[in-house]
């Protein structure tokens, strides 16, 4: 069975700072997703960015990217330019390639308080 | 695009009484949703996965008599709480998710359910 681990609770950045939200996974499949879930204080969760466990580029949006480690099992999370309304919980989640089924493993999530 | 509409956003109810919550995916066909729980500060616990026209599957420990789920159409998924009690009183997610390839799953804004 897939796990998927966020060591830190909660975490607090100054505004316009950048902040890395870290997450380890542990599975024995070759071929997966990996994504990052925000979910604000009015509680809807909203995808932040995905990356396909076969490509080696990290995928960026925007403000976004992550460090994703696959010998390390690791996927991490970069925000630049924190913005006030950054402040969430975040999700990282696991899901195996779709053809062995859909379903997201999430982490136990990480608060990230953005300070003004 | 890929809007999830979840209703209704809050109910209060006396312990007894069944609840009913729908899940629909506005502007895609969705062959699977799923339904989540979420306790405060914690993370979505999966309850069952919804395929379209057929029986949901449930994970283990989730009494399927007590959350019964029908997915009728490819937009419309309902979770309906039977005969609830105080312990039932959580946050429900519902996701869908598009068909094909490597698309990921979109929520709803959720439920809150109290059961007094």
């Known amino acids: 069975a897939q796990t998927v681990t966020q060591s830190q609770p909660e975490m607090s950045v100054q505004e316009a700072e950048t902040v890395t939200l870290s997450c380890t996974y542990d599975t024995s499949e070759s071929n997966y997703y990996l994504f990052w879930y925000k979910q604000p204080p009015s509680r809807q969760m909203i995808l932040v960015i995905r990356?396909?466990?076969?490509?080696?580029q990290n995928a960026t949006e925007n403000r976004f990217s992550v460090n994703f480690q696959k010998a390390a099992k690791s996927f991490s999370l970069k925000i630049s330019d924190s913005q006030l309304g950054d402040t969430a919980m975040y999700f990282c989640a696991f899901m195996k390639h779709p053809e062995y089924g859909n379903k997201l493993v999430f982490g136990a999530g990480t608060i990230l308080r953005v300070k003004s | 695009g890929a809007v999830v509409s979840q209703h209704p956003s809050r109910v209060i109810c006396k312990s007894g009484t069944s609840v009913k919550i729908e899940c629909r995916s506005l502007?895609?066909?969705?062959?699977?949703m799923f339904w989540y729980r979420q306790f405060p500060k914690q993370s979505l616990m999966l309850m069952a996965t919804s395929n379209e026209g057929s029986k949901a599957t449930y994970e283990q420990g989730v009494e399927k008599d007590k959350f019964l789920i029908n997915h009728a159409s490819l937009t419309l998924s309902t979770l309906t709480v039977t005969s609830a009690h105080p312990e039932d009183s959580s946050f429900y997610i519902c996701?869908?998710?598009?068909?094909?390839?490597?698309?990921?799953?979109?929520f709803g804004d959720g439920t809150r359910l109290s059961i007094l």
């Open positions: 990356q396909e466990a076969y490509k080696q």
């Open positions: 502007d895609f066909q969705a062959t699977t």
């Open positions: 996701s869908a998710r598009q068909t094909g390839g490597n698309q990921p799953q979109h």
